[in-house]
């Protein structure tokens, strides 16, 4: 049974930024299915509120995925009015492109690496939310589909566990505590050391 609190951490502030992520993604899905995208940034959300991440934080995962995703500058100056400054900051770390087109993709991730080491604690405690929901999903279908899986990716499978290890390297690095993180280092050892039948 649920209990009730007199102090809940979420507010109106949040499903204003909900209704906003469901509007800009609703027509977009989930590489190599027909899943909602909005059930990612979900996902993202709640790990971040698991992982005692705040509301901004929680915020910031619904719309992670905005920028890069759902027309670039203006759309973070959408987020930076609606949700504020603290949430569009962590929105833009989080986002490895804001042109059209995009640039090659080592570029981008070499880039978003660079930005990430200097980002704040709460933009981490968002991508690592991020990079463990995805890493979960990749798992799952990784079993279930083989090798012929890493097709759906713009990257090689060699390239996408490379994102994944100098990610959670940069992350040790930082020294940054946090559950979902040890969950993501036994799910990218799972995901590199994996041979499909």
């Not at 995208?37 to 995925?65: C, K, P, R």
Request: aromatic share 8%; with cysteine.
């Amino acid at each position: 049974m649920s209990e009730t609190t007199e102090h809940p951490i979420l507010s109106d502030r949040f499903s204003a930024a909900f209704a906003l992520a469901e509007s800009l993604h609703r027509d977009q899905v989930r590489k190599g299915s027909q899943i909602p995208y909005i059930s990612h940034l979900m996902a993202v959300s709640a790990l971040v509120l698991e992982d005692g991440g705040n509301e901004t934080e929680a915020i910031a995962a619904l719309l992670h995925d905005a920028v890069e995703d759902q027309g670039g500058l203006d759309t973070l100056a959408d987020i930076q009015q609606h949700c504020g400054d603290a949430v569009a900051e962590i929105v833009q770390a989080l986002s490895d492109a804001v042109v059209t087109p995009k640039p090659p993709w080592r570029q981008r991730k070499e880039a978003y690496l660079e930005t990430l080491a200097e980002a704040s604690e709460s933009a981490l405690r968002v991508a690592i939310a991020d990079k463990l929901h995805n890493t979960r999903c990749q798992w799952h279908d990784y079993q279930r589909f083989g090798d012929p899986f890493w097709n759906r990716f713009n990257a090689s499978k060699q390239d996408c566990l490379w994102l994944l290890d100098s990610f959670i390297d940069l992350c040790q690095e930082r020294r940054i505590a946090s559950q979902n993180l040890e969950q993501l280092e036994q799910l990218f050892i799972s995901l590199s050391t994996y041979r499909p039948e």
